[in-house]
């Protein structure tokens, strides 16, 4: 038995597609921030005298399929058939769209890695964590972290400590999204348009995020995560037919972000494959920032996160 806590990652430069479903390795590297919260807290307790695995989720049953396709990952690596029992919080309502599969899956791959006394600096390990979901890797490892395309794993390039930024997260809309990444993903690579453009692109972006994080250049940061969200939502809203994830109130957050901008606040924004709009800037300018997305029409919360370290064992229970 063991638990693992593990904060949710917003990718700086994003990954979209994939170049190996099976392995679920991807189309394109991506750069990301490790957040302090919201993130997972899980508990794997693997039993001999169960005879299936079972997924509780914010205390409600839930499908386990995914779940157990990580476990048998595990338990194939560890030479053992236990079924498990496996319990899971977000830290936020799973309902706010904000839980995070990236944040779900590194918990509840090392818990059930360290149940089963395997060693934590096992590269296997996030073969198993990404085959669960392609962003989990970047949540084993705290603040700035790099996935590589060619290899699927993780490196850090800067611990949560060396940069005093801000992640302020503004909540537009509450509920599922209408199409998941995993399907949003493939209707992508198969007919949008843009997607070769996407994947051609995405080197570029990667050395330049490398190159501001290496020279704490929040600027170039920032202009470049923008570039690669907006790059990234024109290749869904060309996909047939198309993924639009934003709401009024996205559109109304990134306005804020770009007033911001002209009255000299170092601020930036990103969006995943969702409504939610998220803000990169310095700590000191996080409370002005976070005051503006409140006041926007259309943003139900604000919170404002920082960088965060790792997914880590807590404890037996
Ligand atoms: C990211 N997203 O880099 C991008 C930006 C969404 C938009 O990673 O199929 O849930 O499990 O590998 O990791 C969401 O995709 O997809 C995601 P799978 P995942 O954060």
């Known amino acids: 038995m063991a638990t693992v806590e593990a904060g949710i990652n917003v990718a700086l430069v994003k990954y979209w597609g994939k170049r190996d479903a099976v392995l679920n390795l991807p189309a394109v590297g991506s750069v990301s921030l490790t957040l302090d919260r919201p993130g997972t807290r899980t508990t794997v307790r693997f039993d001999p005298a169960v005879s299936a695995d079972r997924f509780v989720l914010d205390e409600v049953e839930a499908d386990a399929e995914r779940v157990t396709a990580v476990l048998d990952d595990v338990r194939a690596r560890a030479g053992v058939s236990w079924r498990a029992e496996v319990f899971s919080a977000n830290t936020v309502p799973t309902a706010a769209g904000l839980a995070s599969s990236a944040s779900g899956f590194a918990a509840l791959g090392l818990a059930a890695w360290a149940a089963l006394g395997l060693p934590a600096d ?20 705290g603040g700035l972290v790099e996935l590589d395309r060619e290899t699927g794993g993780v490196r850090p390039l800067l611990a949560p400590e060396a940069w005093d930024v801000r992640l302020v997260i503004a909540v537009t809309a509450l509920g599922p999204k209408d199409v998941g990444s995993r399907a949003g993903m493939a209707a992508s690579a198969e007919t949008s348009p843009y997607f070769p453009a996407w994947v051609a692109s995405h080197a570029a972006d990667m050395a330049e995020a490398r190159r501001a994080i290496d020279a704490r250049d929040l600027p170039a940061l920032g202009a470049v995560m923008e570039h690669s969200t907006l790059k990234m939502h024109a290749c869904m809203l060309a996909t047939v037919p198309p993924l639009f994830y934003w709401r009024p109130a996205t559109l109304a957050g990134i306005e804020t972000v770009r ?32 005051a503006a997305l409140a006041a926007t029409e259309g943003v139900r919360g604000v919170d404002v996160a920082r960088p965060g370290p790792g997914a880590r064992v807590v404890g037996p229970c």
């Open 122 to 141: 096992d590269p296997a390990l996030v073969d198993v964590v990404r085959r669960g979901s392609g962003s989990a890797p970047r949540s084993l490892l």
């Open 259 to 290: 007033a911001l901008r002209r009255d000299g606040v170092g601020a930036w924004f990103t969006c995943d494959a969702g409504p939610h709009v998220k803000v990169l800037c310095a700590a000191g300018d996080a409370p002005r920032v976070a």
